[in-house]
């Protein structure tokens, strides 16, 4: 009989590449979605697997129905991406963020305790958790140090995973995912905001992008490489937590340049904070500007991770690199222009 997976967070981003991996797995794929005005269906549209999708109505916050869903479905494995998982914005909205990233996924826990301790659940920890770093590269046994209500969060999830793995003997796993993104990222985090942005600049010949700090620097990896890391982790004899990350780090102006050389555009730097721009070195025209309304009250300045522990025990072998990444989203947004597929204007 075919394995069953309940996806939390399905129509986001992680839970497009999971359903398609694990449909291609064979397994029978149960999509749980919170109700709104309208449903966003287009990632799993545009990974082909829309049709293959058993929805169920879910919400992290309403514990009874976390329970019915779980005794309905009786999924063989759980996986928990579901989350407010914009940083930005998880300095306004501490207490909700607070309420379904962590206290969430204790009500999930404790469900699953519930219904059926045998159902295995990977919990989506970040690398968020480690904000103000401890060590360099950051490895499962580097301190934690979030900074941002969100790292915070996610941090009392991580270990309230661990907590039922030796409290109650049941098989939790925390993938510590370093940032990762695809052509199918939300357009308010940096890295599609760049492409998305830059697209439409080459297309209409004019236009600026306003971006936070430019010096911050991350370890961009693939959506897909990532999400197939996360089922590796859910296989294993014993359950692991495991770092998975690139192993490069890169910092947002990088990005920036990367991009726009995928456009055969060069961009020339100068000024600095806030009033530092990128101009496009052929016609002169600023096309980034710093504004701070993007800063954060605390930042996390650069994170750097090491998955080794994965590419040995998992045998896990991303096969998409920094520039392949940024190439792909660029060309991916060229052709949403092309086809005005983007919204002429986007909330931050
Ligand atoms: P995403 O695109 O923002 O997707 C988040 C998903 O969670 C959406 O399907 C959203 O539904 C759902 N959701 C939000 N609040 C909910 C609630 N109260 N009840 C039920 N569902 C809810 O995020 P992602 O990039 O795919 O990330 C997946 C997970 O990995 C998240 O937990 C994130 O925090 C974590 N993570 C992401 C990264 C990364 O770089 N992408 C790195 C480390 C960890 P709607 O469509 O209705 O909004
Ligand atoms: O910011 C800087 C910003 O919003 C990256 C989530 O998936 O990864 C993601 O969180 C960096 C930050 O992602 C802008 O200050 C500059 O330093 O793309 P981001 P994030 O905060 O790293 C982690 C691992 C997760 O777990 C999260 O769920 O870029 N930055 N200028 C900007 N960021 C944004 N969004 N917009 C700007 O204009």
Not at 82 to 95: D, H, K, T
Not at 254 to 267: C, E, H, P
Request: include cysteine; charge should be negative; charged fraction near 25%.
């Amino acid at each position: 009989m075919a394995k069953r997976a309940l996806i939390t967070g399905i129509t986001g981003q992680d839970g497009a590449y999971l359903a398609r991996r694990l449909t291609d797995e064979g397994y029978q794929v149960h999509g749980a979605y919170r109700r709104s005005a309208s449903l966003t269906t287009w990632r799993l549209k545009e990974i082909g697997v829309l049709d293959d999708i058993q929805f169920e109505p879910f919400e992290l916050a309403e514990y009874n129905n976390i329970l019915r869903t779980l005794d309905r479905v009786q999924p063989d494995e759980v996986y928990n991406l579901a989350a407010q998982s914009f940083v930005g914005i998880s300095f306004e909205q501490p207490l909700y963020t607070s309420d379904i990233d962590g206290i969430g996924v204790a009500r999930l826990l404790e469900a699953i305790r519930c219904v059926d301790p045998k159902m295995k659940m990977y919990q989506a920890s970040t690398s968020e958790m480690f904000g103000k770093v401890q060590a360099v590269p950051q490895t499962e046994t580097t301190p934690f140090y979030p900074r941002s209500p969100y790292g915070v969060a996610k941090l009392y999830a991580h270990w309230m995973s661990v907590n039922y793995r030796e409290s109650h003997d049941m098989y939790t796993v925390s993938g510590i995912l370093f940032n990762h993104e695809s052509p199918l990222r939300g357009l308010e985090f940096v890295t599609r905001k760049i492409t998305s942005s830059l697209a439409r600049i080459h297309h209409d010949g004019k236009g600026e992008m306003q971006l936070g700090n430019l010096d911050a620097e991350r370890d961009w990896g693939f959506a897909g490489d990532y999400m197939n890391a996360a089922y590796l982790m859910m296989q294993q004899e014993t359950p692991q937590d495991f770092v998975i990350a690139s192993g490069r780090t890169h910092s947002v102006r990088d990005f920036v340049n990367a991009a726009a050389s995928a456009l055969d555009m060069s961009i020339e730097w100068e000024g600095s904070a806030e009033k530092e721009v990128g101009r496009n070195q052929k016609t002169g025209e600023v096309v980034v500007r710093v504004n701070p309304k993007f800063w954060r009250p605390a930042e996390v300045e650069q994170l750097l991770g090491d998955p080794s522990r994965a590419r040995k025990s998992l045998n896990w072998n991303p096969e998409v690199n920094f520039e392949q990444l940024v190439e792909k989203m660029v060309l991916a947004d060229v052709k949403n222009v092309e086809a005005g597929l983007l919204p002429s204007r986007t909330l931050e």
